[in-house]
């Protein structure tokens, strides 16, 4: 199995910034960031496949970046102009990429809390 360890979640206020990262066990070939607020549903925020492609929510567009170095065993998630809506737990996810979101993701981390 791949382990996910999630870091770089905090509290922050509106208009701030942070950067998660996701490390993973093993070469991936897709990641993704998801977030569960209280009483929600998860909701995929951010995707990236190894050869590239991306996806980004649309209420997150233009806001956040994610970004994999050391053959996508890291995976980082620049957050920039944080809203309260973005409060939630962070989860990364790994698995493969596919023609629509939300891809198919098979593993999962523990998940770091956001608060803004």
């Known amino acids: 199995d791949v382990q996910l360890v999630e870091s770089g979640g905090g509290s922050v206020q509106a208009g701030g910034s942070l950067r998660l990262s996701c490390t993973s066990s093993t070469v991936t070939y897709a990641v993704g960031w998801f977030r569960q607020a209280p009483g929600q549903e998860r909701e995929g925020v951010a995707g990236?496949?190894?050869?590239?492609?991306?996806y980004y929510a649309d209420s997150v567009k233009g806001r956040i970046n994610i970004s994999q170095e050391n053959d996508m065993r890291t995976i980082f998630m620049q957050m920039d102009n944080l809203k309260p809506e973005d409060t939630g737990h962070y989860y990364c996810?790994?698995?493969?990429?596919?023609?629509?979101?939300?891809?198919?993701?098979?593993?999962w981390g523990q998940g770091t809390q956001v608060t803004v």
């Open positions: 996810a790994a698995g493969f990429c596919g023609d629509k979101w939300p891809w198919d993701f098979r593993f």
């Open positions: 990236l496949c190894r050869g590239g492609r991306t």
